[in-house]
């Protein structure tokens, strides 16, 4: 199987930061990568899929990119409904359809 | 509008068989591309693909639950269930089911674009 490793596992920014967020696989993915965001006591939710295509209604501050085995999640000019939890996806070698271990931004 | 939603027992004792029921709405199990998955997340834990249920019936499951798991679906009614044997402590979390559109091997490229809002499953004697 292939894995997916995060990191940092947790980030603090203040609203109005620019952070990044990476996803590293074990095995060349490509460009199957999604991400989610995840906020406490809901459901994730879908942000990025295939590496950069912005899914419908999401803000385009939410910027992702990568290729091959190292992916970034950037996010320009944090709000403060951003702060929530990361999930990375790896879509390539499905199934099984492997996740990250999930990286927090903290206020 | 597409939706989802768990069911199931939100208590089970160990060595017992879990139960958990998606139903939903605003989509068809009968459309090609179209799948039903089950994630789970454990409290504090990663995200964890268990299974998935494609439009043609075929299915898929996690290699490390395999021999556990068990996912069918009711078309007509529009439900996907999924069974997990010898419940342990350790399955204790909230279940997820989600939507996918894609065909093998790419059933996630366009992502998990629709979740339930998820059931928590304590294993507990």
């Known amino acids: 199987d292939i894995q997916m490793t995060q990191s940092p596992s947790s980030l603090s920014a203040s609203v109005g930061d620019r952070v990044t967020f990476t996803c590293r696989s074990s095995?060349?993915?490509?460009?199957?990568l999604n991400w989610y965001q995840q906020k406490p006591g809901q459901a994730p939710k879908l942000l990025i899929y295939?590496?950069?295509n912005l899914q419908s209604g999401v803000p385009s501050r939410f910027i992702g990119n990568g290729s091959g085995t190292d992916f970034t999640l950037t996010i320009t000019s944090l709000q403060p409904e951003d702060f929530a939890t990361y999930h990375c996806?790896?879509?390539?070698?499905?199934?099984?359809?492997?996740f990250g271990q999930g990286a927090r931004l903290e206020i | 509008q597409v939706t989802l939603r768990e069911s199931g027992p939100a208590l089970v004792k160990p060595t017992q068989t879990l139960t958990l029921t998606c139903t939903f709405s605003?989509?068809?199990?009968?459309?090609?591309?179209?799948?039903v998955n089950w994630i789970r997340q454990a409290p504090g834990k990663a995200l964890e693909w268990l299974a998935l249920?494609?439009?043609?019936?075929?299915?898929y499951y996690t290699p490390s639950l395999k021999t556990r798991l068990a996912i069918s679906k009711d078309t007509s009614n529009n439900q996907v269930v999924l069974t997990m044997t010898n419940m342990d402590p350790v399955d204790t979390g909230t279940y997820f089911c989600?939507?996918?559109?894609?065909?093998?091997?790419?059933?996630?490229?366009?992502?998990?674009?629709?979740w339930g809002q998820g059931t928590t499953v304590t294993v507990s004697s």
């Open positions: 996806q790896q879509t390539f070698s499905t199934p099984p359809s492997n």
């Open positions: 095995d060349n993915i490509r460009r199957y």
């Open positions: 249920i494609d439009w043609d019936d075929d299915k």
């Open positions: 605003g989509f068809s199990l009968r459309s090609s591309g179209t799948c």
């Open positions: 295939d590496t950069s």
């Open positions: 989600a939507r996918s559109k894609g065909w093998y091997p790419y059933y996630h490229e366009f992502g998990l674009d629709v």
